[in-house]
């Protein structure tokens, strides 16, 4: 019997960000401005595509292809033993297709694969986002009203990331 499925992306690729991703990342960010991000963020986030490629791999920035079209972005970097998350985010056209976990459980993968002496992995978001990383275990630490802008509030999440996950991929 045949399958039914519902109208899917082809499968995306997860890559690392180069400079000819940065008007594609810039359109992600207009997408989910003001609902996810305050419009006064854009010149932060600007500057911080800017700054890829600097020290290496002190920050890694990585994005979610299909058919030549960036449709997520997202990054992850360390310091010590802590790690965090960075402007991830999905085109609004695609919000809830399963790219956001696809983007998260690959960044999951990287920082499992080559920081595996990572302990907590953190994220700054906001209170529309807060469902999706509790799903992943996050717990919000922190809460701080209208932080990004009147009503769009952060919250500060962290996951714990367990010795067992740890030296599972060492380097
Ligand atoms: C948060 C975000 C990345 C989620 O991406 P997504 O592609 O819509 O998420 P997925 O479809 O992969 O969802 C994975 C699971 O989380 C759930 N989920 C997705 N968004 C959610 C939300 N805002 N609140 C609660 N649950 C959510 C889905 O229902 C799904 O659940 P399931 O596993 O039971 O089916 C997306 O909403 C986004 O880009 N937001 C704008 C940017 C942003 O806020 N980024 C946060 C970090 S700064």
Redesign the pocket.
């Given at each position: 019997m045949a399958t039914v499925e519902r109208p899917q992306l082809e499968r995306p690729t997860f890559r690392s960000y180069t400079p000819d991703d940065r008007a594609g990342c810039l359109r992600l960010f207009d997408d989910?401005t003001p609902d996810?991000?305050a419009p006064s963020e854009r010149a932060e986030y600007a500057a911080f595509l800017e700054g890829l490629g600097g020290a290496p791999a002190a920050h890694a920035y990585f994005v979610l292809e299909v058919a030549g079209e960036v449709v997520?972005c997202g990054g992850v970097s360390v310091k010590g033993d802590q790690a965090g998350?960075s402007?991830?985010?999905?085109a609004r056209a695609?919000?809830?297709?399963?790219?956001?976990?696809?983007?998260f459980e690959a960044r999951l993968a990287y920082l499992r694969a080559h920081y595996p002496e990572a302990r907590a992995l953190w994220?700054?978001?906001?209170q529309?986002?807060?469902?999706?990383f509790?799903?992943f275990g996050f717990v919000t630490q922190t809460v701080t009203e209208d932080a990004f802008a009147p009503g769009l509030h952060e919250y500060r999440m962290a996951l714990e990331l367990s010795a067992p996950e740890r030296s599972d991929h060492a380097r």
């Open positions: 989910n996810f991000f997520a998350l402007w991830g985010m999905v695609h919000h809830r297709q399963g790219l956001g976990r696809r983007l994220v700054n978001t906001s529309r986002a807060e469902g999706f509790r799903r």
